[in-house]
């Protein structure tokens, strides 16, 4: 807990703080990137640091924990500081993030939080959100720790790619066997691994990708969406190299599996299943899950997408459906749509929705802020409503 005199301080310094955070953090980056530039090149997703999307992942974090270091927590079960955390904990995990690292980071923020505020830093404003920072710093420390002692093995380890399948004409599902042999551990309907790939220029660059295949199964499964160029944002490198050069034969270092949005038991509850675009990937996991495990509670499985073509993982997702005694399946397409489908973005006013229903949603923000709101107004309790964001979006949904 924040001690009263430091929380006094940050609840006071909060708004000032909040206004500069975006410039914090950019000299931030700057100093650190300066000082370790391997950081930048092997850890560091580089198309977020140009597009600036993690500068703002790294702000919404520390102004969303102070905040809920000083205010009382909302409704929604994500925004308690420990959910936050642990949701972070997990990125970090994913990426064998260290303890020391965080001294680091200390170093470059502190140095950026007195550059940009100036004489407002006093002593007593930095000993108050020096005790922030390794507040969050210390959880995400120990919640790590027990990640990795859980994990049980090293960091990456290598994969022999034994599939490759072309969902559609930007996603490909790679199947992948461990090249040790070795027995591995199981993963949760929902979770996700890093892959950590050479590119090029010899930068070994790591993204997540949601395993999208059914757990306990012999091969484990990843799609990946292949990101295109913007006019304001670059196109993604990892996901460009792997459909260009990744073959069957191809070796891939792959993370343990991390991630905290997974199903819990859910023998006898209503369950509502709801994603748009490449969101599919866990979902489809999640179905493949409870065909396997007999679930035979109702299910509703809602998805949008642009059209039945982008529909990435369709044939597997609309399968494991209809293993399910008492799943509904409702689809969206924005072009295309077939008889059983809507044209549109998903709305769920004419979809029933059973008392007591837990609801899982992965997708773009727009899409979750939407579904979710609509699931509350039809009774769903709010802290049945989990939620994944991808990347640097995280900070985003506190907003």
């Known amino acids: 807990m924040l001690s009263e005199q430091s929380a006094a301080t940050v609840r006071a310094t909060l708004p000032a703080v909040g206004a500069a955070i975006g410039e914090i953090t950019e000299r931030f980056y700057a100093g650190l990137f300066a000082a370790h530039p391997d950081l930048l090149r092997n850890l560091f997703n580089r198309g977020n640091q140009a597009a600036g999307t993690q500068r703002q992942a790294l702000a919404g974090s520390i102004a969303a924990f102070a905040t809920r270091l000083v205010q009382p927590a909302q409704d929604r079960p994500q925004d308690r500081p420990?959910?936050?955390?642990?949701?972070?904990?997990?990125?970090?995990?994913?990426?064998?993030?260290?303890?020391?690292?965080?001294?680091?980071?200390?170093?470059?923020?502190?140095?950026?939080?007195?550059?940009?505020?100036?004489?407002?830093?006093?002593?007593?404003?930095?000993?108050?959100?020096?005790?922030?920072?390794?507040?969050?710093?210390?959880?995400?420390?120990?919640?790590?720790?027990?990640?990795?002692?859980?994990?049980?093995?090293?960091?990456?380890?290598?994969?022999?790619?034994?599939?490759?399948?072309?969902?559609?004409?930007?996603?490909?599902?790679?199947?992948l066997r461990p090249v040790d042999g070795a027995p591995v551990r199981d993963f949760r309907a929902g979770q996700y691994v890093s892959v950590r790939t050479q590119l090029s220029d010899g930068a070994r660059q790591i993204r997540q990708y949601s395993l999208s295949g059914a757990p306990g199964a012999d091969v484990r499964r990843i799609s990946v969406k292949r990101v295109p160029g913007g006019a304001t944002t670059p196109e993604g490198e990892v996901s460009n190299h792997l459909h260009a050069r990744v073959r069957e034969g191809s070796v891939l270092e792959l993370s343990e599996p991390y991630g905290d949005l997974v199903l819990a038991d859910a023998v006898g509850t209503p369950l509502l299943l709801a994603s748009a675009g490449i969101g599919v990937t866990p979902i489809v996991a999640m179905l493949a899950h409870l065909a396997a495990t007999g679930h035979d509670a109702p299910v509703t499985v809602v998805h949008a997408d642009r059209s039945p073509a982008d529909h990435a993982l369709r044939t597997d997702h609309e399968a494991y459906a209809a293993k399910l005694p008492e799943a509904s399946v409702h689809l969206w397409y924005e072009r295309e749509a077939p008889a059983h489908a809507r044209t549109g973005l998903a709305d769920l006013t004419d979809v029933p929705v059973a008392p007591g229903t837990r609801a899982y949603l992965c997708g773009p923000l727009p899409f979750m802020r939407a579904v979710r709101a609509q699931l509350i107004e039809k009774g769903v309790a709010p802290a049945d409503v989990h939620y994944e964001v991808f990347g640097p979006d995280l900070w985003l949904a506190r907003a």
């Open 82 to 175: 420990d959910a936050m955390l642990t949701r972070i904990a997990h990125k970090h995990a994913s990426l064998g993030i260290a303890p020391e690292q965080y001294e680091v980071v200390h170093e470059h923020l502190f140095a950026a939080i007195a550059d940009v505020l100036g004489e407002a830093v006093t002593p007593e404003v930095a000993a108050a959100w020096n005790e922030v920072y390794w507040l969050m710093a210390n959880a995400l420390i120990a919640i790590e720790r027990r990640l990795y002692e859980e994990s049980g093995g090293d960091a990456w380890r290598e994969w022999e790619v034994v599939e490759r399948v072309r969902e559609t004409e930007d996603v490909v599902t790679f199947g």
